[in-house]
């Protein structure tokens, strides 16, 4: 671990959080409902969890970068523990998107982030899915990361919310049939910074498509002979698909970026038919259903900014 940077977030009112969100929905979606509930019990189904809320001493931590992969920095490998130690939150929960190590598993996976951290007397409890292409017919493959491998790593970058679980009052966000064209997180993201501006709002949270299908991106396991330098190579190297609902997704996004080369919003998605990886949007307007639970985050931090170098495509 390198460098670790932070700031305060912006933290509005629940209340008020769920006013702004509502006005950027209700240009893009027919019917949108947005509310402050407590949050349903994140240890059941269908999110199964470690933990039962979103809420205490909630942080933004964007670690790495897509420019890890074009600066060859392919070695670069995080521990999720370390990670909650560099953020004061020993024995956090963390959920979000990021890429899984090839060390720990001999080949490139997306990370769907659902995992406390170890504390002094705790083991960790890392719930993560992993999501990658099967090489014999290009299908999607999804597996438990436990199943997998009994570290606690990922690798060149993730962006997570880190919180301490606990349960209470989160924004409930129900939406149905998209009008507009920016995916439902956009959406929420764009709304923020028309209203808040360079005062950064930090989210972070868990939403089901309920109805309808997603444009999903995987890696596949190995990385491409080429150089990936421009998003067209990066798109030339990724698998695309469409993946049917129901689709349990972790989000972290943020509404502006003070300076610290944040990427503003990142997606992955779980199911449990063998379907998953990095979210777009969805392909079916006409009947979308989304159901999303937030919170926002109090503190951001940046964990090992790597060198500026080319733009980087939208790889993990
Ligand atoms: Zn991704």
């Known amino acids: 671990m390198t460098e670790t940077e932070h700031r305060s977030l912006h933290v509005p009112s629940l209340e ?11 240009k893009n979606y027919a019917e949108v409902s947005v509310s402050v509930v407590d949050c349903p019990d994140l240890t059941q189904r269908p999110y199964c969890f470690p933990v039962k809320g979103l809420r205490g001493k909630s942080r933004i931590t964007d670690v790495g970068s897509g420019r890890n992969v074009n600066n060859k920095r392919l070695d670069k490998v995080y521990n999720i523990n370390t990670v909650a130690n560099e953020i004061n939150l020993p024995g956090a929960y963390f959920l979000g998107a990021g890429a899984a190590s090839r060390k720990s598993l001999g080949m490139n996976a997306e990370m769907i982030f659902s995992v406390q951290a170890k504390t002094a007397n705790t083991p960790s409890v890392n719930r993560s899915y992993i999501a990658t292409v099967n090489p014999s017919d290009g299908s ?16 060149f970058l993730s962006n997570l919310y880190a919180c301490e679980g606990k349960p209470g009052k989160v924004i409930e966000v129900n939406v149905k049939r998209r009008t507009g064209q920016d995916n439902f997180v956009s959406c929420m993201r764009k709304s923020l910074t028309d209203h808040y501006g360079e005062k950064a709002v930090g ?7 309920q109805e309808g299908k997603a444009k999903i991106h995987l890696m596949p396991r190995e990385f491409p002979t080429y150089p990936i330098i421009r998003s067209d190579d990066a798109d030339r190297w990724l698998k ?25 919003e990142h997606t992955h998605c779980f199911s449990y038919h063998q379907e998953g990886g990095h979210y777009y949007t969805d392909t079916t307007p006409e009947t979308v259903q989304y159901l999303g639970y ?16 080319p733009v980087t495509g939208e790889q993990s």
Request: net charge negative; charged share 25%; proline share 7%.
């Open 16 to 26: 008020e959080i769920c006013e702004v969100f509502k006005s950027g929905l209700q």
């Open 240 to 264: 695309f698909y469409e993946m049917n609902a129901p689709l349990i997704c972790q989000s972290v996004f943020v509404s502006h970026d003070p300076g610290l080369d944040l990427r503003l």
């Open 203 to 209: 989210i972070g949270g868990t939403f089901i498509i």
């Open 294 to 309: 937030f919170h926002p985050a109090e503190l951001l931090y940046r964990i090992d900014r790597p060198p500026v170098g």
């Open 140 to 155: 999607c493959d999804i597996d438990r990361y436990r199943d997998k491998s009994c570290d606690d790593d990922f690798m």
